[in-house]
């Protein structure tokens, strides 16, 4: 029988899917084949005609794993789901689902790494929490959680409370995103607050700001945008801000390396400001896009200076307001090109979590 790791988190956004994605590197050396399921998901896109969780085709593209797509995602949470399982409940139906992906990815790996949604008590609504799903799949789990000390204490004892409950060994707890000045600091106090707990601590790892700045592609996905210009430049990530409501000169001082400028269509003057500073920018990148809002066009001669510059040019039908309200919000997930932040991931896994505990415990 393979073996296999539940990667469970106290929240949304504490980074199961980096971890998950760093332990299978560093378990390949020693495992041949690993394996990856996520049972329950819910950001999906269609592939080969099936809803594929978003992580599954990341890990897919990363590893290049051969199982099937859809038993790596056999449940997809769609819109309406809730409300027509709680109105006709079928939990037989999906926990057939869960069971024949997982015997499918099991059946030719050593191990397997299963990606939980959420915190422990996530899914319960359809009778599918990821506790019970990881005693459905007789995985142990280790509990990811982010920041701080007292806070990620307190979760991770009350997600521990949910996985004793349906009897799940957890193995351990990764600390994620600790800040690197009070690095040495928390590392030693939580090791001391778990370790009352009688839970190990495997791991803590620091907080990586570029893993949590978007790029363009992601906007231009996530709001629906059209391409005006640079479909080719939409890899270029975002790290500060600019609202377009400003006179230009005023602009000039808020423009720094790798800025998104978000402003109505018809503020000519910005945009020509923003190439500007573009081309003549000793800060090079200094725009990482554009974002025109209003469904207002520029005119054709504006943009035709594009041209000159690797600049990606979006356009949403939103107000200003509403378009960077948007962006501010975004959830940024790791991306199958995202390769510098993939090999970022990696090394953080590497360098932080105690792999041979791990695997020792398994």
């Known amino acids: 029988m393979s073996k296999r790791i539940f990667i469970a988190a106290t929240q949304q956004n504490a980074g199961k899917t980096t971890v998950s994605l760093g332990l299978i590197y560093c378990l390949k050396k020693y495992f041949k084949n690993i394996g990856f399921i996520k049972p329950v998901g819910q950001r999906y896109l269609l592939e080969q005609g099936y809803q594929i969780d978003e992580d599954s085709i990341l890990m897919e593209h990363v590893y290049h794993l051969k199982d099937a797509l859809h038993d790596m995602s056999p449940v997809a949470v769609e819109r309406g789901f809730t409300e027509r399982y709680i109105k006709k409940p079928e939990r037989p139906l999906l926990v057939r689902q869960i069971k024949e992906g997982f015997r499918h990815v099991s059946r030719n790996n050593e191990l397997v790494v299963i990606e939980g949604t959420g915190h422990a008590g996530v899914g319960s609504v359809f009778d599918l929490s990821n506790a019970s799903v990881a005693r459905l799949l007789k995985s142990k789990v280790i509990l990811i959680a982010s920041g701080g000390v007292g806070r990620p204490i307190d979760e991770v004892v009350l997600n521990k409370a949910l996985f004793d409950r349906e009897n799940v060994e957890i193995l351990g707890v990764i600390i994620n995103k600790i800040h690197p000045d009070k690095y040495e600091k928390i590392s030693k106090l939580v090791r001391l607050g778990l370790g009352r707990k009688k839970l190990p601590l495997l791991g803590v790892i620091p907080y990586e700001p570029a893993l949590s700045k978007p790029n363009m592609a992601q906007i231009k996905d996530e709001l629906g945008a ?48 923003a190439i500007s500073k573009h081309l003549i920018s000793d800060d090079y990148p200094s725009v990482a896009g554009l974002l025109l809002t209003g469904n207002i066009r520029p005119h054709s001669s504006v943009l035709e ?17 509403s378009a960077a309200s948007r962006v501010h919000d975004l959830k940024v997930k790791i991306r199958p090109e995202d390769k510098t932040k993939t090999n970022i991931v990696l090394d953080l896994v590497n360098r932080y979590v105690d792999i041979d505990s791990i695997v020792n415990q398994l």
């Open 226 to 273: 059209e391409v005006l210009f640079g479909e080719s430049f939409l890899s270029s990530s975002v790290e500060n801000i600019v609202i377009g409501a400003m006179e230009p000169h005023d602009a000039l001082n808020y423009i720094e390396h790798k800025s998104l400028i978000i402003t109505p269509g018809d503020r000519e003057d910005l945009i020509i400001t």
């Open 305 to 321: 200076l594009f041209k000159s510059t690797d600049i990606p040019v979006l356009l949403v039908k939103e107000d200003t307001y």
